[in-house]
T-cell receptor, first 113, second 113 residues
Framework: GESVGLHLPTLSVQEGDNSIINCAYS??????FIWYKQESGKGPQFIID?????DKRQGQRVTVLLNKTVKHLSLQIAATQPGDSAVYFC????????????FGAGTRLAVHP | NAGVTQTPKFQVLKTGQSMTLQCAQD?????MSWYRQDPGMGLRLIHY???????DQGEVPNGYNVSRSTTEDFPLRLLSAAPSQTSVYFC????????????FGEGSRLTVL
C-alpha cells in the first residue's frame, strides 16, 4: 500500500553541524511532498514543501532534496541549533495539495551542545 | 491571531462515554481537518471539510463524527469512546492556497479507560 517511511528514528548531532533527515516514499504517483517540525507538546509546523517537477528547494537554513528515481526525500538543516531539536515528519500527497496528506512516522532530531 | 484553538487539552473518559473535541480557527480558512497521532506512527487523517456544510472521511473515520456548520468551527465527536481511541488529536486548517501548509492546533490528549 501507499506509505511514507523514514530511515532513522533518532538522529543526534552536535550544535553547529549540518543535519540530514531522510524519508522514503513508496507511491510513485505522489507529486507533492512536505516537511513538518513538531516540538514537544505542540502541533506540527510547516517547514518547506516541494513539488515533483523540482529536485531541490531551499528555505532559510533548510534545503529539501527530491530524488524521484529512488523515491527518496531529504531535509537538510544547516548549522543545526538547539532550537532545531524536534520530531520531523515528511508527508506526501497525490493530489498535489493538502487533501489526504500521508505522514511518515517521524524522526527525532537531538542537538547536543 | 489565535490561529487554531483546540479544547480541551486533556481529557480522560471511561469506555462508552461520549464527548466532543472542539476546534476553532480565526483565519477564515475553508479547509479544516482532524488527525490522530499515536506513538511511533505518523498523523492519520480522521475527517476533513473543504467548507461549511461539507465533510468527508479520511483514513481512520470509524468511531468519529464531524459537522461543519460554520467556517470557524469543526468539532469532532466520539459517540461511544473505546480504549483504541486513546491518542493525541490535532485539528488543522489550510488557507486555500492549495498547498500542504496546514496550520495545526496544539493538540488534545485523550485517554479512554
Amino acid at each position: 500500500g501507499e506509505s511514507v517511511g523514514l530511515h532513522l528514528p533518532t538522529l543526534s548531532v552536535q550544535e553547529g553541524d549540518n543535519s540530514i533527515i531522510n524519508c522514503a516514499y513508496s507511491n510513485s504517483a505522489s507529486d507533492y511532498f512536505i516537511w513538518y517540525k513538531q516540538e514537544s507538546g505542540k502541533g506540527p509546523q510547516f517547514i518547506i514543501d516541494i513539488r515533483s517537477n523540482m529536485d531541490k528547494r531551499q528555505g532559510q537554513r533548510v534545503t529539501v532534496l527530491l530524488n524521484k528515481t529512488v523515491k527518496h526525500l531529504s531535509l537538510q538543516i544547516a548549522a543545526t541549533q538547539p532550537g532545531d531539536s524536534a520530531v520531523y515528519f515528511c508527508a506526501e500527497s497525490i493530489s498535489g495539495g493538502y487533501n489526504k496528506l500521508i505522514f511518515g512516522a517521524g524522526t527525532r532530531l537531538a542537538v547536543h551542545p | 491571531n489565535a490561529g487554531v484553538t483546540q479544547t480541551p487539552k486533556f481529557q480522560v473518559l471511561k469506555t462508552g462515554q461520549s464527548m466532543t473535541l472542539q476546534c476553532a480557527q480565526d483565519m477564515n480558512h475553508e479547509y479544516m481537518s482532524w488527525y490522530r497521532q499515536d506513538p511511533g506512527m505518523g498523523l492519520r487523517l480522521i475527517h476533513y471539510s473543504v467548507g461549511a456544510g461539507i465533510t468527508d472521511q479520511g483514513e481512520v473515520p470509524n468511531g468519529y463524527n464531524v459537522s461543519r456548520s460554520t467556517t470557524e468551527d469543526f468539532p469532532l465527536r466520539l459517540l461511544s469512546a473505546a480504549p483504541s481511541q486513546t491518542s493525541v488529536y490535532f485539528c488543522a486548517s489550510e488557507g486555500g492556497a492549495n498547498t500542504g501548509e496546514l496550520f495545526f492546533g496544539e493538540g488534545s490528549r485523550l485517554t479512554v479507560l
